[in-house]
């Protein structure tokens, strides 16, 4: 079966717009929504999903990232510019990482620590998403240009917040290597936003005719 769908490029995508919208919530405000933090965290420990779903915890883990997708693809004008901007970083900070076989090796032995830390204590639990934002100090932020986030100094100078900024730009680099696994690519995004708008309707009026059952 392949992948290399719409549909799942779509998810993917919200997936990345989940995890920066987050990022952002954290960085200016000190909280996140807790529901869909946990997917996005929780992607990052789904090495086997049988579909790209599959790694959020089904379509609901994503809802999020596709309302906010759905918000930044509704025109031309970006509604979100710092968002955006996390988004093009983490794209591109992906293609450099997954260049780096030594450091792709390096992270999946210590998510494999991680998963085996969170079937004890749970994926939200403070050593969890610590070891998690280790990962990403670790490795991928030593990759130039380093990803600058915005916000209030006040939660920017707090670790529990740094942590939880941190495990969720790796799980937005984990989104962005499913983009990139189902087939995404600049000019996909560029050509099919009609189509990708088309299918985050869909999947959005699905969660919905979902909850009302």
């Known amino acids: 079966m392949s992948f290399k769908t719409i549909t799942y490029q779509t998810i993917a995508l919200a997936g990345i717009a989940q ?16 529901q869909a933090m946990q997917a996005s965290l929780g992607s990052l420990l789904a090495l086997e999903a049988d579909n790209p779903v599959d790694i959020y915890g089904g379509l609901p883990g994503i809802k999020l990232g596709l309302e906010q997708l759905q918000l930044q693809l509704k025109t031309h004008s ?3 510019p710092e968002i955006a901007r996390y988004a093009a970083s983490l794209i591109f900070l992906e293609t450099n990482f997954s260049a780096n076989k030594e450091m792709l090796k390096t992270v999946r032995d210590k998510i494999t620590i991680a998963q ?23 490795t991928i932020s030593t990759i130039d240009p380093r990803i600058i986030v915005n916000g209030d100094q006040t939660y920017l100078s707090s670790p529990e917040v740094v942590n939880k900024i941190r495990a969720l730009l790796l799980s937005g680099i984990r989104s962005a290597m499913l983009w990139k696994q189902c087939g995404g690519s600049r000019w996909r995004f560029i050509f099919f936003r009609q189509k990708m708008r088309t299918e985050i309707e869909f999947l959005l009026a699905e969660l919905k005719s979902e909850k009302n059952v």
Do not use: C, R
């Open 19 to 34: 995890a920066t919208y987050l990022v952002q919530q954290l960085a200016t405000t000190g909280k996140a929504d807790k």
């Open 116 to 138: 085996a830390q969170s079937e004890h204590f749970g994926v939200m639990h403070e050593n969890v998403i610590a070891h998690l934002a280790d990962i990403y100090h670790g």
């Open 78 to 80: 970006i509604p979100n």
